[in-house]
């Protein structure tokens, strides 16, 4: 399930959420294109003749590219890479962007599934967000997009928003269910440092989001998705049977992927690798012929932590079996042993190899697996 990522680092509107790499500068748009193109180019060897299942277009706004920009990188990604026929290719995308002509064009460019940045379908909690589009083209641009050919469609929506009460949060998630989606992730609000949010908050201009809330948000949707026929298969992803992300998929299985484009992260399955989060670096290091970015191998606590760390994430959960072929009986015990209270109190269950979260542990999911790590932080 090799796949390969291309970062998008531009966008109209900075969400004030937000923490990701991007520039509302497009002033080195074309730049960037054309490094990324050779970046494509000069890292052809990566997977070593693997065939890549995935191709995921993200950011950033993908949706910002022209029809000949994605059609340049397409035409590159195809001839310096073996693509498997059925390759999911998704490209990330604003609702304001997703008109008839535009989708016409990604249908015919080999797009084939659309991530939609829906976030909420409230005008209220879109404008206080800062994004670009209208609770109107949340909705009608998953009826285009249906009508332009699009069968896999996935939207976002974000839950414990400051000022979203369980009953705008209900509504959301209901108007998500009837929608003709066969994916939906769902992020509970993380204040990020350096973020407009946060300033916010410290300021008093935004109420600080409300924990037990969004806990509480939270256990209905996963209780309202499984009944709807989208049941969770990782803790923010929810899925109708066959829909999983197969390049999301192949990050919490450990498979190989390549990261194009400034922030990008790479993994060839020993080695992790990130380009600088700098777009002028980024063409600046191309221009000069080298790569400009980053490189570790990680040690064994650190690949066994972050097996931990995956499939635990998983719905499927963490299989130990592999985890003591892997790392060592020890390892494995070790563990279990943590794990036991855990299983005693009902957060955690233990059958037949496999360590998985119940929907209570999933509540404390992130303090629970880092005391599961073999060497807690």
């Known amino acids: 399930m090799a796949g390969i990522y291309l970062h998008i680092p531009f ?14 500068s497009l002033e080195k748009r074309e730049q960037v294109l054309q490094m990324m193109q050779r970046e494509l180019e000069q890292r052809s060897g990566f997977f070593k003749g693997v065939a890549v299942s995935s191709v995921y ?42 008109n008839p002509e535009y989708l016409a064009m990604l249908s015919q460019s080999g797009v084939n599934r659309l991530s939609i940045g829906v976030q909420s379908f409230r005008s209220e909690d879109l404008a ?17 997009a249906g009508d332009a050919g699009f069968s896999n469609i996935s939207i976002d929506l974000m839950f414990g928003w400051p000022g979203l009460s369980m009953e705008a949060w209900k509504d959301n998630v ?47 949707l996963l209780e309202s998705a499984e009944t709807s026929g989208i049941p969770w298969y990782e803790i923010s992803n929810f899925c109708r049977e066959g829909f999983a992300s197969r390049h999301n998929t192949s990050y919490w299985t450990s498979e190989p992927y390549l990261g194009i484009g400034p922030s990008a992260h790479s993994f060839n399955g020993v080695e992790r690798s990130w380009n600088v989060s700098s777009n002028s670096a980024y063409v600046q290091g191309w221009e000069r012929g080298f790569r400009a970015a980053e490189t570790e191998t ?23 079996s592999t985890l003591k072929s892997a790392f060592g009986p020890i390892v494995h015990d070790g563990v279990l042993k943590r794990a036991g209270e855990y299983i005693d109190s009902g957060a955690l269950l233990h059958h037949q190899s496999r360590l998985a979260f119940t929907t209570r542990g999933l509540l404390f999911a992130d303090r629970i697996t880092a005391e599961l790590f073999s060497d807690p932080v």
């Open 11 to 24: 966008c109209r509107k900075a969400c004030h959420y937000c923490d990701f790499h991007f520039s509302t």
């Open 57 to 98: 277009f993200g950011g950033g706004t993908p949706s910002l590219l022209s029809g000949a920009e994605l059609g340049q990188l397409m035409e590159l990604v195809r001839k310096n890479y073996a693509i498997q026929n059925d390759a999911e290719v998704t490209l990330e995308a604003n609702p304001d962007d997703l």
């Open 128 to 144: 206080a967000m800062n994004r670009a589009h209208s609770a109107e083209q949340a909705l009608s641009c998953i009826s285009d």
């Open 174 to 220: 209901k108007q998500a269910l009837d929608l003709p989606i066969t994916h939906l992730s769902c992020y509970g609000l993380t204040v990020e440092e350096r973020t407009a949010l946060t300033r916010k908050i410290a300021a008093g201009e935004i109420e600080t989001p409300d924990d037990a809330l969004a806990a509480e948000q939270y256990l209905w």
């Open 298 to 320: 990680a040690s064994e606590p650190e690949r066994i932590n972050e097996y931990i760390l995956t499939g635990l994430r998983m719905r499927r959960g963490l299989d130990l």
